[in-house]
């Protein structure tokens, strides 16, 4: 057994202090991630059946971020700590602590989605499509975000040539898993689904990019999570499987029901 690691790239988590303000890499991931996917997003509608315009993706930003912020909260809140929040509820808010959940995130981003859609009296799968096909870009940074942070990091792998001791996770070598993530997660979720938008006939029947989306996510983090330091304070659950992996399965049966329903329905016009 071998227990050499790679040194562990140390990146201060602050990209900028001036006095008391400070930007964080994390931060930044998400801010680049929403604005380089609202862009992303302006030019996928403008392409066939466009029900919306450009300038209509652009004001989905606010909603896409309240919907980040709010459900990745309140998601870590309920699925990762409800007793600890119950008994202080005052820390419920204090974001800058720490403390995200993507799945949250995502059920935050789905009402955006619907109430949306619903202000335009356009197909919500629609709009569905075209946010998932660019959320893997802010997945992406905020994995690398994740890493540069020293967080969420991998399961002891002495044997493993590129394994790295992390600050907080003591000398014993480690799966850098954030960048796994990173890359099955942003990288090549982002390239299935937009050579997906690519064929007409999967972009005109709104919701199979969207249940690809969801399905895609859960069979790249369940694959991760076995690699992944769980929660401390949750350890493993349930037939060994971590709460990301369970949130994950539930995310991937979700997403097969939303492929065969929207298989089944008629396509837009052309």
Same mark, same amino acid.
């Given at each position: 057994m071998s227990l050499l690691a790679l040194t562990f790239p140390? =990146?201060?988590?602050?990209? =900028?202090e001036i006095g008391p303000f400070a930007i964080r890499w994390y931060a930044l991931a /998400?801010?680049?991630?929403?604005?380089? *996917?609202?862009? /992303?997003?302006?030019?996928?509608v403008a392409k066939p059946p466009a029900l919306i315009t450009p300038e209509r993706a652009d004001?989905?930003? =606010?909603?896409? &971020?309240?919907?980040? %912020? &709010? $459900? *990745?909260r309140l998601g870590y809140v309920l699925f990762y700590k409800p007793a600890y /929040?119950?008994?202080?509820? $005052?820390? @419920?808010?204090?974001?800058?602590?720490?403390?995200?959940s993507f799945h949250g995130g995502l059920i935050g981003v789905a009402l955006a989605i619907i109430l949306f859609a619903r202000r335009l009296n356009v197909d919500k799968w629609y709009v569905a499509? !075209?946010? #998932?096909?660019?959320?893997? %870009? *802010?997945?992406?940074?905020?994995? @690398?975000? !994740?890493f540069i942070n020293g967080e969420l990091y991998g399961r002891a792998a002495p044997d493993v040539s590129w394994a790295m001791a992390f600050p907080g996770g003591g000398p014993m070598p480690r799966h850098p898993s954030q960048l796994y993530e990173a890359i099955l997660e942003g990288l090549v979720l982002f390239v299935i689904? !937009?050579?997906?938008?690519? !064929?007409?006939?999967?972009?005109?029947?709104? *919701? =199979?990019i969207t249940g690809c989306f969801c399905a895609g996510y859960a069979i790249a983090r369940i694959i991760v999570e076995f690699f992944r330091?769980?929660?401390?304070?949750?350890?493993?659950?349930?037939? $060994?499987?971590?709460?990301?992996?369970?949130? #994950? $399965?539930?995310?991937?049966?979700?997403?097969?029901?939303? %492929?065969?329903? #929207? &298989?089944?329905? #008629?396509?837009?016009?052309?």
């Open positions: 140390t =990146i201060d988590p602050v990209l =900028i /998400y801010i680049a991630g929403l604005f380089g *996917g609202t862009w /992303y997003m302006r030019k996928l004001d989905f930003l =606010i909603w896409a &971020l309240i919907g980040v %912020i &709010l $459900g *990745g /929040y119950l008994s202080n509820p $005052g820390e @419920i808010l204090m974001t800058w602590e720490g403390g995200m499509d !075209n946010v #998932s096909c660019a959320v893997p %870009i *802010g997945l992406l940074l905020g994995r @690398i975000a !994740n689904l !937009n050579l997906l938008w690519r !064929n007409d006939a999967v972009r005109h029947r709104p *919701g =199979i330091e769980p929660d401390r304070h949750l350890g493993f659950l349930a037939f $060994g499987l971590t709460m990301g992996q369970i949130l #994950s $399965g539930a995310l991937l049966l979700f997403g097969a029901w939303v %492929i065969r329903r #929207s &298989l089944r329905r #008629s396509p837009l016009s052309k």
